[in-house]
């Protein structure tokens, strides 16, 4: 029997994101000139169809292997949907980011190097099913950011809309 688990982006990650676009967008069509009010409206609404498609990328673990899929317009965008079989891993690396984090990648028999997710929803099944079907330690492996990190830039994308709303409403 097959079973299949699905990750998807953590939600403060989406919310984030998104709260930040509606938040740096939504006055937009407040200060358009009149012959620009309907494309800024339509501009508006294709943006943030665009924000919530590429936020909604996701994991999925089976018996058999791990897989990465993006949507169409990620896929546009550069990102790849990629899968692995679970035999196919032999290693862990980690790498430092400029931020001071770190990441890091499945490393394949073939040499091929493989970006883990770090900012899924279960983070901890997740890391689980990693380390038993690789029998790799997983103890290093983290989110790459404090989760208080998302939640406050929602926090504070929050507070600018409503001012904003406020503001142009009032």
């Not at 018996?63 to 899929?69: F, H, L, P, R, T």
């Not at 490393?107 to 770090?118: R, S």
């Amino acid at each position: 029997m097959i079973e299949v688990e699905k990750f998807k982006t953590l939600f403060f990650v989406k919310s984030s994101l998104i709260s930040l676009y509606l938040a740096l967008t939504i006055p937009i069509p407040f200060i358009s000139s009149d012959q620009l009010k309907i494309t800024s409206i339509i501009t508006f609404f294709l943006g943030l169809y665009l924000i919530v498609n590429i936020t909604s990328d996701y994991v999925e673990t089976c018996n058999n292997k791990i897989s990465y899929k993006t949507s169409f317009i990620s896929k546009s965008l550069g990102r790849k949907n990629w899968e692995i079989s679970w035999k196919d891993i032999k290693l862990i690396k980690s790498m430092p980011t400029s931020q001071g984090s770190k990441v890091f990648y499945f490393i394949t028999n073939k040499g091929e190097n493989f970006l883990i997710p770090q900012r899924i929803e279960n983070f901890g099944r997740f890391l689980s099913i990693i380390s038993q079907k690789t029998s790799i330690s997983i103890n290093e492996i983290s989110y790459i950011s404090p989760l208080w990190t998302y939640k406050l830039l929602t926090i504070i994308s929050v507070l600018m809309i409503i001012g904003e709303l406020f503001g142009f409403l009032i």
